[in-house]
């Protein structure tokens, strides 16, 4: 079903509003026969109302001008009085005393429909919040199953599931209620590979603002922590004066990231794929990524699309 348009919805809104009026006005009329020059507004003050609440603050308006009117020209002067200056005090009576009823139920619905506004936007954080929940516990889930099955030692396979849960961790800190705007992935690189760098000056950060998808921060947090945490124990940092280069940018919607470490102990090939490697390879779908291990140094390019609003 369509939603009508605004100027529909004015329309209407002007239409009902002096409905409303015509019936105030026909039910006054009527009044007459029953009370003659007696209670000139006592159909327009509830017609007021009536369109202050189901027309809106424009509509509502017309109706009180119309019936200050035609209050004011029901209303019999006293004899030898003026009749003009009878008929204004009249109608600025009326219009003060309903103007301050239209803008009572104006300021009412108005607050009304904020509260239901922010009632359906804590629907969709409840929703969101309990999705992400779901996705980060079988996230958990699988680094701890995965972890396990590398037969490591218990402290190497404890200190493994704590870095990659506080991975995890580190990039829902960045993410809003809804994660409608995704991580910061210059923040992220500071909280993930700042805080494991032997010292500032061994790791260089360079790229444009970047927003990460949503769906996108958590993988790209574990593989950070991943290429950090291989470099603290056998690439650059393992040396004194090894040195890594975080840098990324941006094609169209395409982030072309690049993890270059140089300057570090010679490195052999991994005999065996481990769940680092995996992680790196395959945690971001959608992504290309190449991982080398090279003579100066491990090397490791990621090629992620971004959505649109995060590549504006």
Known sequence: MEAESPSTNAFRNYALALL??????????????????????????????????????????????????????????????????????????????????????????????????????LEVINRELKHRIKNLFSIA????????????????????????????????????????????????????????APCPERLTIDGPPTQLPADAATPFALVLHELATNALKYGAWSSDAGMVKVSWTKESVILLFSWREHDGPAVAPPTREGLGRVLIANSLPGATVSHDIKADGVECRIDLPLHDSAAA
């Open 20 to 121: 409303i009026f015509a019936i105030a006005l026909g039910t006054r009329y009527v009044l007459d026969f029953m009370v003659p020059e007696r209670l000139p507004f006592i159909t327009f003050f509830p017609a007021v109302l009536v369109a202050a609440y189901f027309c809106g603050l424009g509509p509502s308006i017309l109706v009180l001008v119309f019936s200050a009117v035609a209050g004011a020209a029901w209303t019999p002067p006293p004899s030898g009085g003026n009749e003009i200056a009878f008929f204004v005090a009249s109608f600025m009576l009326f219009i003060g005393l309903s103007g301050v009823n239209v803008a009572l139920v104006h300021v009412l619905m108005t607050a009304h429909d904020e509260l239901r506004r922010r009632d359906r936007q």
């Open 141 to 196: 889930n699988s680094v701890c199953l995965q972890t396990i099955k590398s037969g490591a030692a218990v402290d190497i396979m404890s200190q493994s599931v704590s870095g990659r849960l506080m991975a995890i961790a580190a990039a829902q800190d960045l993410l809003t209620a809804t994660a409608a705007d995704g991580a910061d992935l210059h923040a992220l690189t500071e909280a993930l590979v700042s805080t494991l």
